[in-house]
């Protein structure tokens, strides 16, 4: 070689060195097709594309990626799919069919746009230093903020819907300082149950697959940037196209999981109980008492299925007082086996005991010394420890082996377990902090998923029926074991329209199986605010009624004639909506569409939805607007596009305009669409196991109109493989004609014979009936309604009713004619 082609090679030497300094190179991994890692000398970047609209990012500068075990993920692998990649000068290029992923060699900027061309986000900020980054233990990253972006989700906050312009933190807890009017009852520290997760309205969502504390700036520093960090662990995300929300909430419910149905008799009124004494009157519980209560929701004919024994059943114990569980029974409670199998007697479907994570010993169980001997504990700083282990399966075995049976054995069907955020912090209950290591720093969020997930699965198992478990906390995950309570909310105005916006939030956040202590926590409610609260209650997710004012505990009775009257009115209403709910539940397991659902889910592109936090859809059909101020006489209510009726009177509205409506105590506004199709059941005081019965179809007029009416079990999780049975119901309108099919029950569950009533709004009566190709015999209202085959039109509340018999596996067509 001469020196002319020595230094010729020598130059192209150093080229390619210094390019492969300044650049990135490519590689393909060969165990997935569909990742993909970029690396330079300071940062790696991974790419991991799970669909064609789902991709997980992931940044290191240390040269790896971490292996932790994620309690956030319901799966931890994924299928690989087909991406097109190609590297032009300078930048990588991905094309999934459905996204068009760039990221810039020079910097690692991620740049995704849809197929058309139109960016969705990316990291090229004017003035802001954009993309990831790694400063000291934080990770984070900030990305362009689009002038017309809106942002929604972030779990259960009450602070505000829209999240446009604010800065949020993301971690596990409520306020602590005191007094608790500005500390503990602070709507803006509130974080029973953070998601980090958001959709914007730009058509994509962020999960932050993170499980320290999170810090998000949503355009609040700067109006073009938005930015999330974590405290520490890895910058690990995935990024998700929908552009509509509900398809959104299905990307993240895949990753994340969906709720699985609760029992059916789930679906009805929860009641909670102190069992007649609250802190500082513990020596007033007794057994004699929670059966007396269940006796008179009977006695009075209100509805219940579900009961739950607060803390003081339990003997506080040694070490950890009141925040510590030594599954005593407090000697108050005379033969609890008793009260288990009477209450059961009573046809209450469950009963569950109050617990907290700690370990405690008590007078004659030494539980807490037994778990650390053994080495059950979570290990502290400066102790042993004394919250089960539930990270560790052992620890979950010993802890239900050992302490949980002892409940599980005499007639206790499921635990509400609390105080999850006190791992890893300071607790509500008291001044005690637990595990504060590095370690329970990172797993301090995702403690109560773990913590949920012990007592459900370990029920479901021992009960051989569908899980349970009643929670205060939550993270990413948690909807997987519900249901969640909102937390102890004072019982005054001003914590109970926070409360709804957290049930609309948590919603936007992939968990559906939501309650709250209906009439509000502590202090003694204004009876009208326990009506108006209770209201609300009865058309949310989960109805759950439970408070510790002395004497009161939210008992109906306990606040006037009124009260308990509007409180029996809208129980009962409840039970006739269950096959409604429970159909809705079942699209929620499918689907991650919440059964309490914001506006703007279903309006994305209506700007109007987007600062509605006082309403919410309640399935498909229903829009519900609470009445939030005390002594209201109307509300003004936001109706979307479409036609939309009073359900109470059949008044019609147009959509897409506000409205102020009367409030009268006794009303909730509740506005349903036109066409809609609500399936309810006959009037039940609590829930029999059995198929239903008759099942009364309120129609209401104008479009054309599908429904899909789900029955199963009730009990079992063979709905999973297809042990369901559906039923679809279709309303055809036009002027003079109304048709109303329904059709077989399709599926392998036989749902059996049974009367169909139908209860039709339409402002004249109808010439005739048509049924099976003759004409339906009329007859009277009474003899209708209760299932005998024939119609009837009530001239005074504009409502037809018609009725036939029929079998799983017939169909039935009315043609209602209105034709002179």
Not at 20 to 28: I, R, S, W, Y
Not at 622 to 635: D, H, I, N, S, Y
Request: net charge negative; glycine share 10%; proline share 4%.
């Amino acid at each position: 070689m001469n020196i002319k082609h020595f230094f010729a090679a020598f130059f192209l030497f150093l080229t390619q060195f210094s390019l492969l300094n300044a650049q990135e190179t490519l590689v393909k991994l060969r165990e997935n097709q569909n990742t993909y890692l970029i690396s330079t000398p300071k940062q790696s970047l991974q790419l991991y594309f799970l669909s064609p609209q789902v991709f997980r990012i992931r940044s290191t500068w240390s040269g790896e990626f971490e292996k932790e075990y994620s309690y956030m993920l319901k799966q931890q692998k994924f299928e690989p799919i087909p991406v097109e990649s190609s590297e032009l000068t300078e930048e990588f290029v991905f094309e999934t069919g459905s996204l068009i992923v760039r990221v810039d060699k020079s910097n690692l900027q991620l740049s995704v746009y849809d197929v058309s061309g139109k960016l969705l986000s990316g990291e090229e900020v004017e003035g802001v230093s954009g993309g990831s980054y790694k400063a000291s233990e934080k990770v984070g990253t900030v990305k362009t903020l689009a002038a017309d972006e809106h942002f929604f989700g972030f779990g259960e906050r009450m602070d505000f819907l829209d999240q446009r312009g604010k800065k949020i933190q993301l971690n596990v807890g409520r306020g602590l300082g005191r007094p608790h009017i500005i500390g503990a009852y602070n709507i803006l520290e509130a974080n029973y149950a953070p998601v980090p997760f958001f959709m914007s309205t730009r058509g994509y969502g962020i999960f932050f697959h993170n499980s320290y504390a999170t810090n998000w700036d949503m355009g609040s520093s700067h109006s073009n940037a938005l930015s999330f960090e974590a405290e520490g662990g890895e910058l690990d995300y995935f990024f998700m196209y929908g552009p509509d929300f509900s398809k959104l909430l299905y990307h993240y419910t895949a990753l994340t999981g969906r709720s699985p149905l609760l029992p059916r008799f789930a679906h009805g009124l929860h009641v909670g109980t102190y069992s007649g004494g609250t802190w500082g009157y513990e020596e007033m519980t007794s057994t004699h008492y929670v059966l007396e209560l269940a006796r008179k929701y009977r006695e009075k004919g209100i509805p219940f299925d579900v009961l739950h024994l607060d803390s003081t059943w339990r003997m506080f114990g040694k070490n950890g007082g009141s925040g510590a569980t030594s599954f005593e029974w407090r000697e108050t409670f005379k033969d609890p086996q008793s009260m288990f199998d009477s209450l059961y007697a009573m046809d209450v479907n469950m009963v569950g005991l109050h617990v907290r994570p700690r370990f405690d010993n008590g007078n004659y169980l030494n539980l807490l010394d037994q778990a650390r001997e053994k080495g059950y504990v979570y290990p502290e700083d400066n102790n042993p420890g004394e919250f089960v282990n539930v990270f560790d399966q052992e620890s979950v075995d010993w802890w239900w082996e050992n302490g949980v049976m002892r409940i599980a054995e005499l007639g206790a069907m499921f635990l509400k377990t609390d105080e999850g955020s006190a791992f890893g912090r300071k607790a509500n209950e008291s001044d005690k902090t637990g595990p504060t290591g590095e370690r329970a720093v990172r797993l301090h969020n995702v403690f109560p998923v773990a913590y949920a997930k012990a007592p459900y699965e370990k029920f479901k198992e021992y009960n051989g029926m569908r899980g349970m478990n009643h929670t205060r906390e939550g993270y990413a995950g948690i909807q997987r074991y519900p249901f969640i309570w909102a937390g102890d909310w004072p019982s005054e105005w001003q914590y109970y329209g926070p409360v709804i916006k957290a049930g609309i939030n948590i919603g936007m956040s992939g968990v559906g199986y939501w309650s709250h202590n209906m009439g509000g926590f502590e202090h003694k409610a204004d009876p009208e605010l326990f009506a108006r609260w209770v209201q609300f209650g009865m058309f949310s997710p989960v109805a759950h009624v439970f408070g510790m004012d002395h004497p009161g505990y939210k008992e109906p009775w306990n606040y006037g004639e009124k009260a308990e009257e509007i409180f029996t009115k809208y129980d009962r209403l409840r039970y006739r909506l269950i096959p409604y709910i429970y159909g809705t539940a079942f699209q929620q397991y499918q689907t991650g569409k919440p059964i309490m659902r914001a506006l703007v889910l279903e309006h994305q592109d209506d700007f109007n939805t987007y600062s509605v936090d006082d309403q919410y859809y309640f399935g498909d059909q229903m829009m519900v607007c609470p009445v939030l101020t005390k002594e209201a006489q109307t509300r003004t209510v936001y109706l979307p596009e479409g036609t939309w009726y009073d359900y109470w009177n059949g008044r019609e509205y147009q959509g897409k305009q506000y409205y102020n409506i009367v409030t009268p105590l006794e009303k909730l506004p509740v506005f349903v669409k036109a066409g809609a199709i609500i399936p309810m059941q006959d009037n039940v005081t609590y829930d029999d196991k059995q198929p239903y019965g008759n099942i009364t179809l309120e129609i209401f007029p104008g479009i054309s109109n599908q429904y899909q009416f789900f029955e199963d079990d009730g009990i079992s999780e063979k709905y999973m493989d297809g042990a369901y049975c559906l039923t679809h119901i279709a309303l055809e309108s036009s002027n003079a004609k109304t048709s109303i099919s329904i059709g077989e029950a399709k599926g392998e569950y036989e749902s059996g014979k049974r009367f169909y009533i139908l209860k039709v709004h339409m402002d004249q009566k109808p010439n005739s009936v048509i049924l099976k190709g003759g004409d339906l015999a009329m007859v009277s209202a009474d003899s209708v309604t209760s299932g005998e085959e024939g119609w009837y039109y009530d001239e005074e509340q504009k409502i037809l009713w018609a009725a036939s018999e029929k079998a799983s596996g017939e169909s039935l067509l009315f043609d209602i004619n209105s034709e002179d």
